[in-house]
Nanobody, 123 residues
Framework: QVQLSESGGGLVQTGGSLRLSCAAS????????MGWFRQAPGEEREFVAS????????YYADSVKGRFTISRDNAKNTVYLQMNSLKPEDTAVYYC????????????????WGQGTQVTVSS
């Protein structure tokens, strides 16, 4: 059974930073691209970032490029999302994802989802 367990969400002020972590189990971690999606209230779930199998190739949504950094540690079966210069519009539930592609095309390309962790950025 595949499990993706997020942690690290919380409340932060505008301009602050958070680091999300996602521990994966039940899958061959190094065989999957890993990523993050987010969903704000009343909005569609959207792609945030993904990192390919060996960690050398990353992809970002334009809205987070230059502020967020995704990385993975295949020895620990863990993927991270470092979020800097946070804005109120980054407020959302953040979901860890696993897939066999970049997942940039959207949620239909995701094979596995975590339960989500809330990130709230106050103005």
């Amino acid at each position: 059974q595949v499990q993706l367990s997020e942690s690290g969400g919380g409340l932060v002020q505008t301009g602050g930073s958070l680091r999300l972590s996602c521990a994966a189990s039940g899958l061959t971690f190094s065989s999957y691209a890993m990523g993050w999606f987010r969903q704000a209230p009343g909005e569609e779930r959207e792609f945030v970032a993904s990192v390919m199998w060996l960690g050398g190739t990353t992809y970002y949504a334009d809205s987070v490029k230059g502020r967020f950094t995704i990385s993975r540690d295949n020895a620990k079966n863990t993927v991270y999302l470092q979020m800097n210069s946070l804005k109120p519009e980054d407020t959302a539930v953040y979901y860890c994802t696993a897939g066999t592609s970049t997942m940039r095309v959207g949620k239909q390309s995701v094979d596995y989802w975590g339960q989500g962790t809330q990130v709230t950025v106050s103005s």
